[in-house]
């Protein structure tokens, strides 16, 4: 997809205090060895606050930032990957409750860390069928990980532990601070086993008390499947990530070599260079990894974390080509190359 006249107008992160990963390996919590390797420095722990309300705190700093503010939202969109609250529920209802947002639509994103990368592609898609009073649409999404049902300590591959966020963007058709110059969405379901391993479809997971494994699924669908179109499922999955980005520089119409930052969710830096910033012939710098490595795994917030990070420290000019990648087990990858219209007044 090149959308036309699809812009960033706003953007908030909410990020609670970091867990030092030292700590987690002196109390028992994170295996000393995957420590050493994975270069894991804290994460994110958010204690007892909901989703939502996290949500709510990030919007409010995004609709601050945006000019038309509250009023001009004509549709929410959140994401989650974990729980929210209680179940049968609209956390998006609460979410516009809170922020005084009416006479709007909602609706709730459920594919986990492409979550928010799924709403920007959702999002261009609505505002062609935006009013003119309420032109503007409000991504959010937060998860919370604390929970007896899931280790966030062992919750995937080497250096990807789960961690608590929320972020928030506001899309506009008129102007922003960021134009999105293309969006490229994939699904590879030859791949859909590895976050589902041995695990029944019915009852859910959680209903009957099972613990969450992501690793034990992992590991049940690497035992089954060796290899996928005679390549390991690993490097099936860096294919399927690499491909999906290099369409996206593609769409928009640049070299990778133009690409000023490219934003990944946050893991170790091996898997960083072999599913991403080798295939773009790009050096690991050009990446978040080494703040990554300070916060954990923050589902689908980690990349508007790290823009508004890089806005905030000076290390984004106008022109400036920006990669946001995604990837979520099923196998769901999203790329958006986004270009830097102006800085904001608000960093």
């Known amino acids: 997809m090149k959308p036309a006249d699809v812009f960033l107008s706003g953007l908030g992160c909410w990020l609670p205090a970091a867990y030092p990963a030292t ?8 295996d000393e060895t995957v420590f050493a390797e994975s270069g894991l420095r804290g994460v994110l722990v958010a204690g007892a606050e ?27 969109l ?67 990980f604390n929970s007896p049902l899931f280790n966030r300590w062992d919750s995937g591959p080497m250096g990807v532990i789960a961690a608590d966020a929320a972020s928030s963007v506001v899309i506009s058709p008129d102007a ?42 992992a590991q049940q669908f690497n035992e089954r499947v060796r290899e996928i ?14 491909e999906t980005a290099l369409a996206a520089v593609d769409e928009a119409g640049i070299d990778a070599g133009e690409l000023r930052w490219v934003l990944v969710p946050n893991g170790d830096e091996a898997t960083t260079r072999n599913c ?30 790290a823009l508004d990070r890089l806005l905030r420290t000076g290390r984004l000019d106008a022109g400036d080509h920006v990669l946001l990648f995604g990837g979520a087990p099923g196998w769901s990858a999203v790329a958006v190359i986004l270009t830097i219209t102006e800085l904001p007044s608000w960093i």
């Open 276 to 305: 991403m910033t080798d295939p773009l012939g790009l050096d690991v710098s050009r990446t978040q990894w080494e703040f990554g490595r300070e916060i954990g795994h923050a589902s689908s917030s980690d990349q508007f974390i």
């Open 50 to 76: 909901s989703p939502p309300e996290m949500a709510v705190r990030a919007a409010r700093t995004a609709l601050d930032r945006s000019p038309g503010g509250a009023a001009a939202i004509g549709s929410v």
């Open 23 to 30: 700590e987690a390996v002196a109390a028992g919590l994170y």
């Open 78 to 144: 959140h994401g989650s990957t974990f729980y929210q609250g209680p179940e049968m529920w609209s956390p998006s209802a609460y979410i516009m409750r809170e922020l005084g947002i009416s006479g709007a639509g909602s609706t709730e994103i459920r594919n986990g860390c492409n979550s928010m990368l799924t709403g920007v592609e959702l999002a261009a898609g609505l505002l062609s069928y935006r009013s003119a009073d309420r032109p503007d649409i409000l991504l959010t999404t937060a998860d919370n």
């Open 176 to 217: 922003g601070f960021a134009r999105v110059d293309a969006v490229v969405s994939r699904v590879y379901p030859e791949f859909e086993g590895m976050a589902r391993g041995d695990e029944p479809l019915f009852p859910p997971t959680g209903s009957a008390g099972r613990r969450i494994d992501t690793v034990e699924r």
């Open 229 to 242: 179109g005679g390549m390991s499922v690993a490097d099936g999955i860096a294919k399927a990530c690499s």
